[in-house]
């Protein structure tokens, strides 16, 4: 279960990335793509497991 809500985070954590406003997080921006990638790849992995 633990797997699904890292993943969930991760694509979650993509979308904050790109439109947040902070000066934080600019460093992080332009990477913003992988998260979401990464974050939905892996909970379509998980979910195929279950297959």
């Known amino acids: 279960m633990l ?3 890292a ?3 991760l ?3 993509g979308i ?3 439109y ?3 000066d934080g997080y600019s460093p992080l ?4 793509f992988l998260f ?3 974050g939905s790849g ?3 992995y998980k979910l195929f497991q279950l297959l």
């Not at 921006?29 to 913003?32: D, Q």
């Open 3 to 5: 797997n699904y809500i």
């Open 29 to 32: 921006k332009k990477y913003w």
């Open 42 to 44: 892996s909970l379509i």
């Open 7 to 9: 993943s969930i985070c």
């Open 11 to 13: 694509v979650f954590l």
């Open 36 to 38: 979401v990638i990464a």
């Open 20 to 22: 947040s406003s902070q």
């Open 16 to 18: 904050m990335l790109k």
